[in-house]
């Protein structure tokens, strides 16, 4: 069971990590978790690019070591890069010590590789403590989403993930996809049939880049 619209209680909550964009004009974000990966993001990019569309990308610091010209066709392509933690480590589950190695390892990997340097990061599953929130705010903002496809979800078939996108996208809207092998079989489809409803409706697709919203973060 996980939310597909998440409920306007939790940006209440947690309201300095950054759900959605404050717009009024038809502008969505669209956002790929744990890559990057052979051939399936290289895929995402391609259908990305026949669309003009911009993307960013939370990348896996192991995965950006061991496939780091995909991580750099990202980069040159205008897409905007995140840091999504080095091994994908659950927050709640997560003593702080472990979970901030884990993240500085995957800033220093993407420093390493790309020479690219980030200041968003999107915890694993979206599960973070207060704690380990208060520290990574410190020099990052924190991209959680208002809308998540589902294409993880072994249950769900490629119309379910477009369903659940087209259902509940809103202006300014942080759309949570993932360019893995294990979402790729809904992926393919789901998306392509994303970029084509969301252009005839108007929308633009932009990639996230740090706001304001950082410089208020406890130091």
Known sequence: MYFKKFPA??????PDYLWRVNTEEKVMYLTFDDGPTPVITQEVLSLLKKFDAKATFFL???????????AHAIIDAGHSIGNHGYGHLNGWKTNNFTYFKDFLLAQQV?????????????PAYG?????QALKIMKTHQIVMMDVLGGD??????SEEVFGNVIKHVQPGSIVCLHDS????????????????HFEQEGYQFKALHPTPLLSRATR
């Open 127 to 131: 599960r973070i403590t207060h704690k």
């Open 181 to 196: 092998e294990k979402a790729w079989p809904r992926l393919s489809k789901a998306l392509l049939l994303i970029l084509e």
């Open 9 to 14: 209680i939790l940006r209440n909550i947690y």
């Open 60 to 70: 896996l610091g192991k995965n950006i070591q061991t496939h780091p010209h995909i």
């Open 110 to 122: 993407l420093q390493e590789y790309t020479g690219y340097q980030t200041e968003l990061y999107r």
């Open 152 to 157: 993880f979800d072994l249950k769900a078939n």
